[in-house]
């Protein structure tokens, strides 16, 4: 199994923190940077064999990509999105099908969590394809949310399902089996195909009208933020003291 993890986009509403780097990088304790918890968690659960989808600044993440090995005693895989500022995740996504045939575990590079959330995923597998749920946070209408089927399948995948009917918001994480990988990119394919802003929840909503098995793992209570703006920043940077 490898870890993939999603950092081609340039984070805009990060303003001038992200002019140079992508937010993936972003300090968050000293010189600790999210990639570095990322990569920790992934390392932390057996998974030493990691490929980054870059995309702006892709130099960055590769000037860095020694150190980051040594540290985490991980090896690492870039692979360049150059479409990432016109295109959205779910061609990104696509990219890395080649490698997923192998099992993979999918991270978002903007999101900060404990490794409880990588261990919940790993015990649960079994499914095509499983995606990490809070179940515990009060939803909005930006949240990613999932809607399940009474066999707790899921059943949609998207922003727009209202608040109170949605089982739990995706976090950003997911596990794909081996099996799935044919077919998951076969979906993202279509998807991005049909329209390239579209993200890569919309080619697991693919997934799931074609037939596909996908459930989801509740992550319990724990503290986790996908990092958008500075407020969500000045969040992850307390998590990330505390884990």
């Known amino acids: 199994m490898i870890g993939v993890v999603l950092a081609a986009g340039p984070g805009s509403r990060l303003g001038a923190l992200t002019a140079q780097i992508p937010k993936t990088l972003l300090p968050l304790d000293g010189e600790r940077t999210i990639l ?9 659960v057996g998974i030493d064999d990691v490929l980054v989808v870059t995309g702006f600044a ?7 990509a020694p150190q980051l090995q040594e540290r985490h005693g991980v090896r690492l895989e870039l692979l360049h999105n150059d479409k990432a500022l016109e295109w959205n995740n779910a061609y990104s996504l696509w990219l890395a099908r080649d490698r997923l045939a192998e099992g993979a575990l999918l991270v978002n590079g903007d999101t900060v969590h404990p490794v409880d959330v990588e261990r919940r995923l790993l015990e649960a597998a079994g499914a095509e394809l499983l995606l990490a749920v809070d179940r515990e946070k009060h939803l909005g209408e930006e949240e990613m949310k999932v809607l399940l089927d009474g066999d707790g399948r899921v059943r949609r995948i998207n ?23 044919r077919p998951l990119a076969d979906a993202l394919e279509a998807t991005w195909r049909r329209d390239p802003s579209r993200y890569y929840e919309d080619g697991f909503q693919e ?3 074609r037939g596909g098995d996908v459930h989801t793992a509740p992550i319990g209570a724990v503290e986790w933020i996908e990092v958008d703006d500075e407020r969500d920043l000045a969040r992850a ?7």
Do not use: F, W
Request: glycine share 8%; with cysteine; proline share 4%.
């Open 36 to 44: 570095d918890g990322t990569l920790a968690n992934l390392a932390a």
């Open 58 to 64: 892709h130099h960055r993440v590769a000037e860095r």
């Open 159 to 181: 922003k727009a399902i209202e608040p109170a009917r949605a089982e739990g918001e995706y976090i950003g994480l997911a596990l794909i089996a081996p099996g799935a990988a």
């Open 207 to 209: 997934l799931v009208d």
């Open 237 to 243: 940077r307390e998590i990330a003291c505390r884990s």
